[in-house]
């Protein structure tokens, strides 16, 4: 019997309801990525909320388009171009809304991040027309958004970098080197080569993270210039954090730890130094994190950094606090003093914080001097070369990281860092 019921109308709130959860959810995911409150399985089970409301969207149709524009138009971020240029791939009728969700992207650069994301979220052959369309017109503000996907769909990985290296925007050359280091592209070692003396400065620390990956051998100096400069849009908290870990395996003992005995005095670097450590995972980076728990600086973060290293954990052993200690406002025994919390950094949510004295008696009597050999490198308590395979699984996302690029080196396992990445497929 055929069905010739009319369609249900799309309740317009329950739209508005996907719409602002999947971009709340895809802002948890990017920010999830490089957090060491986060593994696997966390970034899964976000993925599985985001496919949810996107699934509604889908459902939804060409009803979604107009709102999911005018959140854009209104927040105008990543996460809100994510939802719109997915609500988009999926529609049958599009009339002008490509070009207004075009128009903004170049308005407002910073919102490609987010196409390109729902362009993998999407698909090859569903954002194949937009490829495309992005891909040929020139404009590098959609070139930026769609070369991560068709670098992820092509079987002719080189020879695209190859065409997009000489691109006169800087911004999409430091993508495309981004793409050869990590696909592990060892015959465009000469595009990355002579990337380290691009004029642009990102291009040339991404060539040489690329030249870190693909020939064994670094450029420490110029990552140090990397971590060293304040965020702006190329010197996002996650690209730093990526540039810092390279710093951390690539630098000589000679640069590293004078650079760190510095840092770690300095309010300014003191966090980045103290990531540094923890990738580097030293006997010395142990030491020099001991001395931070000691003295009381940024102890949420070093004693992650060290659990990162040594395998300590605040929780399973009972080694924090239910609550941030609070400090007394200068009124002092005045009734209408108010208790306020100590400041701590938003990097640090989801974090434990440590019972100091007891961890550092745990680490006393866990004893690094005697567990580790100089010169080797730990992670969650064993060296990183028996602790990376079950790492990355198992291991908190910073962990992850930090196993994926040693394994794409040691084992040429480039998949390794596509998956903690999580690029969809």
Known sequence: MTNNAPPRPVVQSIVGQHLEEAAFYFVRRRAGLWSPAFGHDDIVDLERLIDAHLSGLQVAGTAAIEPALR????????????????VLLHAAELGTAMAQLEQMILDNPRLADGAAEAIFWAGAGRSHRCLHRWWGCDRPELMRAAFPPLMEFTQE???????????????????VLRSIGE?????CLPLV?????????????????AHFSLAHSGRPEILASAIKE?????????????WILHWAAMSLDRQFYPWAESAIEDPERVRIAIWALA?????????LLQRLLRAGVETTL???????????????QDLFHV???????????????????????????????????????WLEEFEPAKRFNAGARYLGGLSIFESAPKMLDDGTQPQRWQSALYLSRTQNSQGAIAEVARIKR
């Open 279 to 287: 990738f580097r995972g030293e006997l010395p980076a142990v030491e």
């Open 157 to 175: 990985k080189a020879r695209l970098a190859a065409e997009a290296i000489d691109h006169p925007d800087p911004v999409l050359r430091s993508i």
């Open 323 to 361: 609550d941030n200690d609070s400090q007394i406002s200068p009124e002092g025994d005045d009734e209408s003093a108010v208790a306020v919390e100590p400041e701590r950094s938003p990097e640090d949510d989801g974090l434990l914080e440590p019972d100091v004295e007891r961890a550092l008696a």
């Open 302 to 316: 070093a004693a992650y950094a060290l659990c990162h290293i040594t395998g300590l954990d605040l929780d399973q």
């Open 183 to 187: 696909y592990g592209l060892k015959d």
């Open 193 to 209: 080569k002579a990337g380290l003396e691009d004029e642009s400065a990102v291009c040339r620390y991404e060539s040489a993270v």
């Open 230 to 242: 304040p965020e702006s849009p190329s010197h996002s908290p996650s690209n730093r954090r990526r």
């Open 71 to 86: 959140n854009l138009a209104r927040w105008k971020s990543p996460d809100e171009a994510f939802v719109s240029t997915f």
